[in-house]
Nanobody, 126 residues
Framework: QVQLVESGGGLVQPGGSLRLSCAASGGFSLDSYAIGWFRQAPGKEREGVSCISSSDAFIRYADSVKGRFTISRDNPKNTVYLQMNSLKPEDTAVYYC??????????????????WGQGTQVTVSS
């Protein structure tokens, strides 16, 4: 059973930074999976933030976070990260990581992903 666990959320002031982690458990290696980060703000639909292919050759960001967020993976630690800088109040949401097995170039659509974590809350407020 593929299990994903997010961590690293919290309360941060505007302009601050957070690094979210997506760790895998269940005996599988994330390096065979494309990983996506999504977020859902209160009253809004879940939206794609960033994704990375299993080979790391393909990375995509939503326009709203380009230049501020960076996705990366650490295969020995079986973890994918989302570094978030210059945070804005509109970044406030529950952040989820998701995964699917394969080498295809990932996108930011929810239906592409088969496995989901439980989410971590990010609140940007002064």
């Amino acid at each position: 059973q593929v299990q994903l666990v997010e961590s690293g959320g919290g309360l941060v002031q505007p302009g601050g930074s957070l690094r979210l982690s997506c760790a895998a458990s269940g005996g599988f290696s994330l390096d065979s999976y494309a990983i996506g980060w999504f977020r859902q703000a209160p009253g809004k639909e879940r939206e794609g933030v960033s994704c990375i292919s299993s080979s790391d050759a393909f990375i995509r960001y939503a326009d709203s976070v380009k230049g501020r967020f960076t996705i990366s993976r650490d295969n020995p630690k079986n973890t994918v990260y989302l570094q978030m800088n210059s945070l804005k109040p509109e970044d406030t949401a529950v952040y989820y990581c998701a995964a699917y097995y394969g080498q295809s170039s990932p996108g930011l659509k929810l239906y592409e992903y088969d496995y989901w974590g439980q989410g971590t809350q990010v609140t940007v407020s002064s």
